[in-house]
């Protein structure tokens, strides 16, 4: 990707002066790809539009499936995972900047922080979200999910189990 | 890190052949470090346990306590956190194995797969855990959250508000 494509700064927003600079600390690899029916200028504007679009992940029409199509390699690794469960899905966000501190995104009223935003435009452009396995075929090292609001094609970074203990705020009880 | 300072293959776990493989598709930044009492041999359990021997984030005693050191480079982008929200924090294990597909933890009774684990050693070794901001000095770049189970220097990769509806599985209601 050019820098010719990558979104604006608007009004309000400030990057990292000289831009982000090295990105090597550590390296990612891709195990798949998500395959969505969205693309620039139809994408549900976040994973519960994605849901209602989808009628809930058991549409029979392919064009409104989400799905993943993991590296064969890795099918394997997919051991033990059962339709029905949540699972936190990493992935990377291709198109966005790594270089805005702060940013103006439509939906708030004052520039805010990268950190306090799930914008995709961040210095590692990992999205994460909860999402649930409908179904699995190993031979095909594919996975169905229920929705998901991110472009056809992107990339995939890793798939883990959904666990409460880990994934939500504790409770009163758990102090 | 040496390929000596890997942990070893158990019974019944399973690498790629050859290995991981190249792990360039795209680069990570560190934009900080988690700061911990924990270091090999002594680290909690899971983030539950952590919560315990830390007395849920409100000890006085700085050896029982976890914090964010931020690259301060990046202090603008916490505008508009909360103390007392809760953070998605993601990052690096980096004494992971990256090529392991079946692996056999201790609790678990058969070698399962590692996208069904959320052990450390996975394709692209990024963890990820719910925490609650407890204080934050932007100043001094530094974030104190309640708990979290790695070890003390850890590579911080994204700070991420935690947000319900992206988070956590869908209800019956959110279909």
Chains 1, 2 share one sequence.
Request: proline letters at 11%; aromatic letters at 6%; a neutral charge.
């Amino acid at each position: 990707m050019t820098m010719a494509d990558l979104p604006e700064i608007r009004p309000g927003e400030v990057a990292l002066p000289g831009g982000i600079g090295a990105t090597q600390d550590a390296g990612v690899v891709f195990i798949g790809r998500i395959r969505t029916p969205w693309k620039r200028g139809d994408c549900p504007r976040n994973i519960a539009a994605a849901r209602e679009r989808m009628s809930g992940g058991s549409a029979v029409d392919t064009a409104q499936r989400a799905w993943i199509e993991l590296d064969p390699r890795f099918a394997p690794a997919l051991t033990g995972l059962k339709p029905g469960q949540p699972l936190l899905l990493l992935y990377w966000m291709h198109n966005a900047r790594r270089d805005l501190l702060l940013q103006a995104p439509r939906h708030v009223d004052a520039p805010r922080g990268t950190f306090a935003l799930r914008s995709p435009n961040r210095p590692n452009p990992i999205a994460a979200s909860c999402v649930t396995l409908l179904r699995i075929d190993p031979a095909a090292a594919t996975l169905e999910i229920d929705a998901i609001d991110c472009f056809d094609g992107t990339p995939l970074v890793d798939i883990k189990p959904w666990i409460q203990m880990i994934d939500m705020p504790p409770g009163p009880a758990d102090g």
